[in-house]
């Protein structure tokens, strides 16, 4: 497939495109923006920054992927932004590069990120996220594998979201998401397990059952924190996956847990 660029685009000299690359009508690349093969940057389109994407990934009209951080510690230079393959940014979504020179914001593989919505500087994102319209991550937030962000939610900055967990709509998140559980509300609570999500994602009745006895020891035994962890490391089987997953997420929370 060859690099097909629409004579009204603008790709600035420095910026390095790989054959199969397509840029539509009025789009825009900057001078140190480095695009793989098979990414498709739509009419009105802006890519910038120290950016570098992989293959197959699509920039929807208006979307502006690279921009300057928001940070007001910003003090110069190029700070990165690193995405991988097969993302689709839809209109009107940014996301925005690192804050200081030597550090970068991620996005892994296979995320949708819906209309509106917006990823600040330094957040780090895995893969195949749905996120929908009008949410945002803040600075330095980290997203698991296979989340789900409802509409218009917003996520504090160093928040942490776990693995095939979900957060519901228009839900302001202030505190860590644990892996696999549900979390809605102002400020958001987690309130069950993302069973549809989990089954969606192939566990078999029996992981899902485990999660269902994970969720009611930490979360309705009127434990604190320290204490869940215990009675979960003596209770169930540590050497499973998703145990020491949820366990090691909970050691890991510097915000505290939703």
Same mark, same amino acid.
Do not use: W
């Given at each position: 497939?060859?690099?097909?660029?629409? /004579?009204?685009?603008?790709?600035?000299? !420095?910026?390095?495109l790989e054959e199969g690359v397509i840029v539509g009508p009025y789009a825009f690349i900057g001078s140190k923006v480095k695009i793989a093969r098979g990414t498709n940057v739509m009419h009105h389109a802006t890519v910038d920054g120290a950016t570098t994407m992989g293959p197959d990934n699509e920039v929807h009209p208006y979307a502006? #992927?690279?921009?300057?951080?928001?940070?007001?510690?910003?003090?110069?230079? &190029?700070?990165?932004?690193?995405? !991988?393959?097969?993302?689709?940014?839809?209109?009107?979504?940014? #996301?925005? &590069?690192a804050t200081n020179e030597d550090s970068e914001t991620v996005v892994g593989n296979h995320n949708l990120i819906l209309a509106y919505s917006h990823i600040a500087h330094e957040c780090i994102v895995g893969n195949y996220l749905v996120m929908s319209s009008h949410s945002a991550l803040g600075g330095h937030v980290q997203v698991g594998n296979r989340v789900n962000i409802g509409w218009g939610a917003g996520l504090h900055q160093f928040c942490r979201v776990g693995d095939h967990a979900m957060v519901g709509a228009a839900s302001k998140v202030v505190q860590d998401v644990p892996p696999f559980m549900i979390a809605d509300g102002n400020p958001a609570m987690v309130r069950? @397990?993302?069973?549809?999500?989990? +089954? =969606?994602?192939?566990?078999? /009745?029996?992981?899902?059952? %485990?999660? =269902? =006895?994970?969720?009611?020891?930490?979360?309705? +035994?009127?434990l604190?924190?320290?204490?869940?962890?215990?009675?979960?490391?003596?209770?169930?089987?540590?050497?499973?996956? %998703?145990?020491? @997953?949820?366990?090691?997420?909970?050691?890991?929370? +510097? =915000?505290? %847990?939703?």
């Open positions: 497939m060859p690099t097909d660029i629409h /004579p009204t685009a603008i790709i600035e000299r !420095g910026a390095e502006y #992927v690279g921009g300057k951080t928001h940070d007001l510690k910003y003090s110069g230079g &190029c700070p990165g932004l690193r995405i !991988g393959a097969k993302n689709v940014f839809r209109e009107f979504t940014t #996301v925005h &590069c069950t @397990t993302n069973k549809v999500g989990l +089954e =969606r994602a192939g566990f078999s /009745p029996e992981d899902i059952n %485990l999660v =269902r =006895r994970v969720f009611k020891m930490f979360y309705k +035994e009127g604190n924190r320290r204490q869940a962890a215990e009675k979960l490391s003596a209770e169930l089987p540590v050497d499973h996956s %998703l145990v020491l @997953t949820f366990l090691a997420f909970v050691e890991g929370s +510097e =915000r505290g %847990l939703s």
